[in-house]
């Protein structure tokens, strides 16, 4: 295979990516790797030093996937650390399309948890080849023995083969980099015909406008040069091509087959370079685009509202630019009576849904509102029309319901066997069918539900922690959709909707959540000069009932004494007073009772567990 001159000979490279569950150590490994490979100088090292983003530092988690260059041994070793949380699998996913080996990584104190086994699933489907290693090998309470044969009989391979290494102290680092330059292969191309490179990430940057990572699979690009997004057929000019190592570097010579790299345009519109796409050459364009991988599909939707309704255009621009950094973000705007206009949002799930809002807090400096988040119903009515439900709001109250569908997980819960009992408790609980059990060791085991998504996005992962003393991992994946028993409560304030308090819920918890709303909201709302009746409502029958006392002037501070008619006179013409006011009186719901009102217990912190 002839490269341009100077330009690295695919041979030498290695393209590589280290999938693990949450907490397993991928950060840190990937730290020790950048110092032991000499990227990074022990002057400018820091803890956690591919994490670029404050939130991801803070929490202890990684949440956008970095690709860095690192030269070990006369090749070319490009790595990229990925997330390992359940909402950022699609992250996972884009990294893998980019590489020919995959760093499995599992905790020796903890062993294998579900998304270790999801990543493995998708490492697996991409048909890498796959590096099992043990981390944390320092720890007190480690057991690489045992784990190893557990690592071994899922990959099929002999437990001395899984390697085992610490990150913190960076023993068996060295050996890592060596065997993935021994057994993983070299990326294969047509360094002759039309250049092809896939993009798998993208992110905006103020003063220079798009930033695009690319993995090159045919041909060469270069400075200079016009390019073609295939699937948009923009064309554009590269500014600047070069490496990250780990810091952004131009090369004048461009990127050849099987190397990883970044290219600015100039291009300020974020749609202009679609996650996924193929960058062709303009001149000698390839003919076929690269299998990308498949569009993340929302599993959760919210409402987000700024609480200055001036915000509403910056709230736009940002979840524009927050898009191209995030490709699983979807959005269209929405109306709410009680809360103005905003967007509805789609999210991969609940962290996904948290982190996205903090970053639009921090990074553009908005203050927002999100309402309860809810999933997609399919609603069937009897004269065979259907409904594709985002929001409550748009669930049909008049006309018959023949039918309501909802989107259901199968969902894989890996914990000690001695939590059998109660996972199975809190799985019926949430309308769970028990699919299946297996034993990964004697005391470790393996649990598949068909799990309603609706249940599983609230409280059921703090739940499932909280009676397995932490011990429990959840992983799950789309099902397609089962018929419910669905229906929707509407909270009314002096017998008006609340649009923003509505929420879809099935049957059995629909008295629960009524009665709920209605105290919170009670206590919430500040006293009105008249009284304020509280009702959740299915349909026309009210089903809670709370209320909120009129605040009561003393008209009688002004009698001293007299006649008990005067005083009645008095309470008679303030009683007219009340009911008057009550006909014409709006009740004002203060921005906070919704913040107070609508935030989730979803706990924040379920990223670090």
């Not at 397993?24 to 956690?48: C, E």
């Not at 461009?254 to 996924?276: A, F, N």
Request: aromatic share 6%.
């Amino acid at each position: 295979m002839r490269t341009q001159p100077g330009q690295t000979d695919p041979a030498l490279i290695r393209n590589f990516c280290i999938i693990a569950h949450i907490d397993h150590g991928k950060s840190t490994l990937a730290d020790r790797m950048l110092q032991i490979t000499g990227v990074v100088d022990d002057r400018s090292m820091r803890a956690q030093y591919l994490d670029r983003m404050d939130i991801e530092r803070e929490r202890g988690i990684t949440i956008k996937s970095q690709a860095v260059r690192l030269p070990w041994d006369g090749h070319v070793l490009n790595m990229i650390d990925t997330p390992g949380h359940v909402d950022f699998t699609y992250e996972v996913s884009r990294s893998l399309q980019a590489c020919e080996g995959a760093v499995l990584l599992v905790d020796a104190a903890q062993g294998i948890e579900a998304q270790t086994l999801a990543n493995l699933y998708l490492a697996m489907n991409a048909d890498l080849h796959i590096i099992p290693v043990l981390n944390k090998i320092d720890l007190p309470a480690a057991q690489p023995e045992k784990f190893a044969e557990e690592l071994a009989g899922l990959i099929g391979c002999d437990p001395s083969d899984v390697l085992r290494v610490s990150g913190k102290t960076g023993e068996g680092v060295r050996e890592l980099l060596d065997h993935v330059v021994a057994s993983v292969p070299p990326p294969v191309g047509e360094a002759d015909s039309a250049a092809r490179a896939l993009i798998f990430d993208s992110v905006y940057d103020t003063y220079r406008g798009v930033v695009t990572y690319v993995r090159v699979f045919d041909g060469h690009l270069g400075r200079r040069e016009r390019i073609l997004m295939m699937s948009t057929g923009a064309t554009h000019e590269t500014l600047e091509i070069g490496v990250i190592s780990p810091e952004p570097k131009p090369s004048e010579l461009g990127l050849g087959v099987g190397e990883v790299g970044y290219l600015i345009t100039g291009v300020k519109d974020v749609r202009q370079s679609r996650v996924g796409d193929t960058v062709t050459s303009a001149v000698k364009a390839a003919r076929e685009m690269l299998a990308g991988y498949e569009h993340p599909k929302p599993m959760v939707f919210s409402g987000l509202y700024p609480i200055d309704g001036d915000e509403y255009p910056e709230l736009r621009e940002a979840l524009d630019k927050l898009q191209l950094n995030d490709a699983a973000l979807i959005y269209e705007p929405e109306t709410s009576a009680a809360l103005g206009f905003g967007f509805r949002v789609g999210f991969l799930g609940l962290l996904h849904m948290e982190i996205v809002r903090e970053r639009l807090e921090r990074e553009f400096g908005l203050s927002l509102i999100s309402t309860a988040p809810n999933v997609v119903y399919r609603v069937v009515m009897e004269d065979g029309t259907e409904l594709t439900v985002t929001n409550p709001s748009e669930f049909p109250t008049g006309g018959k319901i023949a039918q309501v569908f909802e989107p259901v997980t199968k969902s894989t819960i890996l914990a000690p066997a001695e939590f059998i009992g109660a996972i199975m408790e809190i799985c019926q609980g949430r309308r769970g069918q028990l699919q299946g059990m297996d034993y990964l060791s004697e005391d470790r085991v393996e649990i598949r539900y068909t799990l309603p998504l609706g249940e599983i996005i609230f409280d059921f992962f703090d739940q499932l922690k909280s009676r397995t003393r932490g011990y429990a991992s959840l992983d799950y994946e789309p099902a397609g959709e089962d018929e419910a028993d669905l229906v929707k409560v509407d909270i009314l304030l002096q017998g008006e909707p609340v649009d923003a308090f509505s929420a879809i819920v099935h049957k059995d918890k629909a008295y629960s959540y009524g009665v709920d709303m209605a105290k919170k909201l009670r206590e919430l709302i500040p006293r009105q000069q008249f009284e304020v009746p509280i009702q959740a409502a299915i349909g026309a029958r009210v089903i809670a009932r709370e209320n909120i006392r009129a605040i009561r002037k003393d008209v009688l501070a002004k009698c001293y004494g007299g006649d008990i008619s005067r005083k009645r006179k008095l309470l008679e013409k303030q009683k007219e007073g009340k009911k008057r006011m009550k006909m014409v009186g709006r009740v004002e719901v203060p921005q906070e009772a919704f913040v107070a009102a609508l935030s989730t217990d979803s706990s924040a912190d379920k990223s670090k567990k």
